[in-house]
T-cell receptor
């Protein structure tokens, strides 16, 4: 069965420091992976998806099939990055998204 | 923001009472989803719909039912609310099963 694991519930770093939010998955097929973000008092929104291979707000994520990981990285954290981050996997058989438990990122000034 | 609204935004109800949450979209998207968000569990899929009158269960469907009689509306019903159903409920829509999902603002439900 498909599963997404985010091992860190909370992550706190200082402004300007590098950030890495971990995501591991289990899926029998070819995975399609996403990062969603929820800023305070806002809707959950798509941050990036692995197939587009783009950088959004300085964040990147690389799919590592060998390690079944899709970690989210940013070299220099900013205070506005404080939010809840969710890793998600698309179950292509049923066309639905499976989410991880989420990581709350706090950037300290 | 995508045209998706949830109602009500907040509700307090008593154990054993029926509750219906509404998700309304103006995007004519085919797919609609109901998730619940709980600390330590992230977002878990309750039910989803891939067309009018076409629905399927998610991973935490027990105690919930859904209906979709029109493209624009997806209703989530708790037949007899329990305290374990206290949560924040999110609706999402997607044009196809492979496209981006857009989320509503959420409904905070408290069962006392």
């Amino acid at each position: 069965a498909q599963r997404v694991t985010q091992p860190e519930k909370l992550l706190s770093v200082f402004k300007g420091a590098p950030v890495e939010l971990k995501c591991n998955y289990s899926y029998s097929g070819s995975p399609e992976l996403f990062w969603y973000v929820q800023y305070s008092r806002q809707r959950l929104q798509l941050l990036l998806r692995h197939i587009s291979r783009e950088s959004i707000k300085g964040f990147t994520a690389d799919l590592n099939k060998g390690e079944t990981s899709f970690h989210l990285k940013k070299p220099f954290a900013q205070e506005e990055d404080s939010a809840m981050y969710y890793c998600a996997l698309r179950d292509q058989g049923a066309q639905k998204l499976v989410f991880g438990q989420g990581t709350r990122l706090t950037i300290n000034p | 923001d995508a045209g998706i609204t949830q109602s009500p935004r907040h509700k307090v109800t008593e154990t054993g009472t029926p509750v219906t949450l509404r998700c309304h979209q103006t995007e004519n998207h085919r797919y609609m989803y109901w998730y619940r968000q709980d600390p330590g569990h992230g977002l878990r899929l309750i039910h989803y719909s891939y067309g009018v009158k076409d629905t399927d269960k998610g991973e935490v469907s027990d105690g919930y039912s859904v209906s979709r009689s029109k493209t624009e509306d997806f209703l989530l019903t708790l037949e007899s609310a329990t305290s374990s159903q206290t949560s924040v409920y999110f609706c999402a829509i997607s044009e196809s099963g492979t496209s981006e999902a857009f989320f509503g603002q959420g409904t905070r439900l408290t069962v006392v």
